[in-house]
């Protein structure tokens, strides 16, 4: 079975390589354009990974709680570098 993973940006060349990346290295990749589409994303397929900008127009910086997803096994969280 293959690893999930979710790429979040409002920035189309952004996202394409991003996914392509990913399905390169054997993901199955979901998208979102917006952090709201995101986090729907998240709760239904439960990634493995998430590559999101930290600078969507419907986000905060730093998110509020309402944007970290839970899980059985986890509570998935933006990463600032």
């Known amino acids: 079975m293959k ?11 952004n996202l394409l390589l991003e996914k392509d ?11 979102a354009k917006n952090a709201a589409e995101g986090i729907a994303v998240a709760r239904k397929e439960k990634p493995d ?12 910086v730093p998110p509020p709680p309402k ?6 096994r986890r509570v998935i969280f933006p ?3």
Request: charged share 35%.
């Open 67 to 72: 944007y970290y997803v839970k899980t059985k």
């Open 21 to 31: 990346l990913l399905e390169v290295a054997g993901f199955e990749v979901f998208e």
């Open 3 to 13: 690893k999930k993973a979710l790429v979040v940006d409002d920035d189309e060349k």
């Open 49 to 60: 990974i998430i590559v999101m900008d930290v600078r969507l127009p419907d986000m905060r």
């Open 79 to 81: 990463l600032f570098l």
